[in-house]
Structures are given as structure tokens and as C-alpha cells.
């Protein structure tokens, strides 16, 4: 059965900076609120929105605009600086309490060049009332409510998606996950309810190159499974072709983005990671 999907209500909504945390070394937890958040919604486990920041020299934040009348209206002049991520947490206004978003960043380090980029350096130096633009979601692509079975892969930059899928996933569902960190710290990203329901197999690149793919290999898994998998798209690429043309997953069922590329900057995840065998 295909998973359900549901347009959201678009705009470019601006929010500022209410709290900064540190689920690990690695992550910067950013919880944005404001008025403009007030009819925010994203229902789907990867659900993406685009994050716009200010100019790191100016400080002026630059992003286009929403009306039903002319659509998006892109700005004609300043500097537009966007990446995308998916909301690890939304809670709408509640008992005076404004409209809540909760973006992590991770910060790359030892990753290729994303470290030192614009997103990465907001993140690090984020304070209380700094300012950005969230664009979407377009619309969501629920988790499915009939699932039985669920295999979910992701390097640290899909470890939001995959905490939101074990969040989602209806309460029956047996839940397999692998997860390629670069150490031990990233282990406290999920809380331990969701590692206890996941049964979580942790890789770290240290031990060299290939992992995913042969973690995933050896995981007897079922017809009906659902699987999700974002990270780095060559390390993906692998992964994606045993278990389209080796396991023959349906690809109703499948779910590989590649939200990162090495050597790449600001990659488009919608776009395939095997250009020779698009979706």
C-alpha cells in the first residue's frame, strides 16, 4: 500500500532563535519560535523544510516570499543562503506559549568541506534572537500506518529523519536500524526509548569503508519491510542497488535520499543517487 500524502500550507515564515542545545558534541539543537509559525505543520517522518540565514559579513537575512496571489516571489537583490533540513520537532502555540520549531544541525566536522560552510558557522554561533526563514513544507509523506516491518539506515545528517520515524512507525511495527557515526558521542542523539524500540546496530568510520552496505546485507529482512535510508549518497549508492535488485524491495516500500555528496556543496537531495536508476 503507498503511503499517504498531504499538501501543507506554504510560506516563508521568518522566526527567531529561543533556545540553543547540545544533543551531542556534533549537533546544535536550534528551537525557533514567532507569530509567522502559527500555521507550521510537518506531519511526515523526512518531511524537509529550506532554512534561510543572514548574511555572515551584513547580518541581513534575505529569503523570499509567499502569497496565493503571485506564489514565491524571489528576492532581486542581497544575498540568499538556504540549506535544508528536517524539523525534528514542531509544537503549535499552546496555553501563551508561541508556535515552536526545533531544527539540528550537524556540524560536519571531518566531513569534507560542510564544516566551514554558511549553515554550519550560523548553527555553531546561534543565540537567542537571531533570525532566520523556514520555507515549507510543500507537503508531507506520512510514515505508514499499516506497517509491520521497518529498516531504517542513516549517517549523523539523517539521524533526525530516522528519530522521527521511530517516533512515527504505529506501535507494532518491528524496527530495524543502523546507524554510521563517527564515534561513540553520537549514541546520545536518540533517546533510550527510541534506541530500546530500534535495536540499534551502531557503525563508526573508523572501522573503514563499506560498512552500511554490508551491515545491511546481512539483515534477514521481510517481504513487507519498509525501508528508509539518508546519508552521504556515494556510501548510499551501494545500499540502494542490493536492495532494489538483491532483496527486490517494492519500491513503494523504499526510501533512499542522499542528503549529502561528498565534495558537493549544497547537494539537492531530491536527486538521485543513481543517475543511471532515477525513481
Not at 30 to 55: C, E, I, Q, S
Not at 71 to 94: K, Q
Not at 144 to 163: F, K, S
Not at 258 to 269: E, L, M
Amino acid at each position: 500500500m503507498a503511503r499517504e500524502r498531504i499538501r501543507q500550507t506554504m510560506g516563508f515564515r521568518r522566526a527567531r532563535v529561543t533556545g540553543v542545545t547540545r544533543p551531542t558534541p556534533d549537533f546544535v539543537r536550534v528551537t525557533l519560535a514567532g507569530a509567522d509559525l502559527a500555521d507550521f505543520r510537518a506531519d511526515g517522518p523526512a518531511d524537509h523544510v529550506k532554512v534561510y540565514f543572514p548574511n555572515p559579513v551584513t547580518g541581513v537575512l534575505t529569503a523570499p516570499t509567499w502569497s496565493e496571489e503571485h506564489g514565491v516571489e524571489r528576492p532581486t537583490d542581497g544575498l540568499v543562503i538556504s540549506r535544508d533540513y528536517t524539523p525534528r520537532a514542531w509544537r503549535p502555540a499552546a496555553e501563551g506559549r508561541p508556535a515552536e520549531l526545533d531544527i539540528d544541525f550537524f556540524l560536519y566536522e571531518g566531513l569534507g568541506e560542510h564544516g566551514n560552510g554558511p549553515a554550519s558557522s550560523w548553527a555553531a554561533g546561534a543565540a537567542p534572537g537571531g533570525e532566520v526563514a523556514v520555507g515549507g513544507p510543500k507537503g508531507s509523506l506520512l510514515a505508514p500506518a499499516e506497517a509491520r516491518h521497518a529498516l531504517l539506515v542513516a549517517d549523523e545528517t539523517g539521524l533526525p529523519a530516522l528519530a522521527r520515524w521511530i517516533d512515527m512507525l504505529p506501535a507494532g511495527c518491528a524496527i530495524t536500524a543502523v546507524v554510521l557515526a563517527s564515534d561513540e558521542a553520537t549514541e546520545a542523539y536518540l533517546t533510550a526509548e527510541e534506541e530500546a524500540r530500534a535495536g540499534v546496530e551502531w557503525l563508526y568510520r573508523f572501522d573503514g569503508p563499506g560498512q552500511l552496505e554490508e551491515a545491511v546485507h546481512s539483515i534477514d529482512l521481510a517481504d513487507d519491510a519498509y525501508v528508509f535510508a539518508a546519508g552521504e549518497a556515494g556510501e548510499l549508492l551501494p545500499v540502494r542497488r542490493m536492495l532494489k535488485r538483491d532483496r527486490h524491495v517494492d519500491a513503494d516500500h523504499l526510501q533512499v535520499q542522499g542528503y549529502w555528496k561528498r565534495g558537493v556543496t549544497n547537494r539537492d537531495h531530491h536527486a538521485p543517487i543513481d543517475p543511471s536508476d532515477p525513481d
